[in-house]
């Protein structure tokens, strides 16, 4: 069946330093590639997506790349802030129905 | 002016028990979801309902039952609870059209607790 992989599982940077989380896909015919942020306590939100006819996406401090070739996708955060600190979760939309397969999350640990 | 609500938002309950927990959204969309959050995070979609008729459902037990009276709102109804059913339950809606692809929006999350 379908599946997401997301790596790392916790990640913790320095206030400024960029982090970077990585995400792959196996039903190539995903179209769409979100990213959402869960903050402790609330529901996931959405950050950024990009779609599957564009290899880049970038909005202030985040940016998404995606390779359709090899099936993966990233998620990039520069000049991390104490604010940022959160799960991370990485989606992809399959062909069935409109179904968002999430990976597993990453923690995001921001130290000031 | 919530987008998407659910109540409640804690619900404790013993083994053996029937719930329900029970969504709105004020967005207009058409599509509502249920996702089951687990004690690793993971996010798992369980159904889908697309103006009001049934789309999406995954390998869930028939304890489980959503309800949709109308396209703004989602209920869960669980029946004969077990331990394994303690999770974080969201729902989610989105407006779901021909060829487009929307953005869902998460309520804010309903943690149950089976004893």
């Known amino acids: 069946g379908e599946n997401v992989e997301q790596h790392p599982s916790t990640l913790s940077v320095q206030e400024g330093d960029s982090a970077v989380i990585k995400c792959t896909y196996s039903d190539s015919a995903s179209n769409y590639f979100p990213w959402y942020k869960q903050e402790l306590g609330k529901g996931p939100q959405l950050i950024i997506d990009?779609?599957?006819?564009?290899g880049e996406k970038k909005d202030q401090r985040i940016a998404v790349t995606l390779n359709k070739t090899a099936k993966h996708f990233s998620l990039h955060i520069t000049e991390t802030q104490p604010e940022d600190s959160a799960v991370y979760f990485c989606?992809?939309?399959?062909?069935?129905?409109?179904?968002?397969?999430f990976g597993q999350g990453t923690e995001l640990s921001v130290k000031p | 002016d919530t987008a998407v609500s659910q109540t409640p938002k804690y619900l404790v309950t013993q083994m053996g028990n029937d719930k329900s927990i029970k969504c709105e959204q004020n967005?207009?969309?058409?599509?509502m979801y249920w996702y089951k959050q687990d004690s690793k995070k993971f996010l798992k979609i369980m159904f889908s309902y697309n103006n009001k008729e049934l789309i999406i459902n995954e390998t869930v037990p028939n304890r489980f039952s959503p309800k949709s009276p109308d396209k703004a709102h989602l209920n869960l109804h669980i029946n004969s609870l077990e331990l394994g059913d303690s999770a974080v339950y969201f729902c989610a809606s989105s407006r779901l059209g021909t060829g487009l692809i929307n953005e869902q929006f998460f309520g804010p999350g309903t943690r149950l607790t089976v004893l």
């Open positions: 967005l207009g969309h058409d599509t």
């Open positions: 990009i779609r599957s006819n564009v």
């Open positions: 989606a992809a939309r399959t062909s069935q129905g409109g179904k968002l397969i």
